[in-house]
């Protein structure tokens, strides 16, 4: 059964940081309002819901300093073979550390701590959230 994350505004002002087990880290921005950055972290609990096995411990902001041209340059040239428009004017990354499930399956090692992995998404003047990249 697949839990379902979502994060509206209001629950993210009353939260304790937390969703499930995991600690929620929304930071600061200058760039982003709140609600623009929970939305941006609901897409990525839905993809890390399909991780079967894998437990969230902390999911974080990066910061307003990833939101440069070289970055947003780098994500409309992944938009294309995902069958999406390369028109993205902004992006964030969020920074998750996890834990991988007791036995080995596809690029995880077993049991294993997995620290500082990078969450990339881009969006357009459609105001959506695409995420695009995952990883090391």
């Not at 880290?25 to 991780?51: C, D, N, P, Q, V």
Request: hydrophobic residues 40%; negative net charge; glycine residues 6%.
């Amino acid at each position: 059964m697949m839990k379902r994350f979502l994060i509206s505004t209001a629950l993210m002002l009353m939260m304790l940081s937390t969703v499930e087990a995991a600690t929620i880290e929304l930071g600061t921005s200058k760039i982003y309002l709140m609600s623009e950055r929970a939305s941006a972290i609901e897409k990525i609990l839905i993809e890390f819901e399909r991780w079967d096995g894998c437990e969230l411990h902390s999911l974080r902001y990066a910061g307003d300093q990833c939101n440069t041209q070289e970055n947003i340059d780098w994500l409309n040239q992944l938009a294309e073979p995902r069958g999406l428009e390369p028109t993205f004017d902004r992006c964030i990354e969020f920074i998750s550390d996890f834990h991988s499930p007791k036995e080995a399956y596809g690029a995880w090692a077993a049991d294993s701590e997995y620290k500082d992995w990078q969450w990339w998404l881009a969006r357009d003047s459609d105001g959506e959230w695409h995420l695009l990249t995952w990883g090391y």
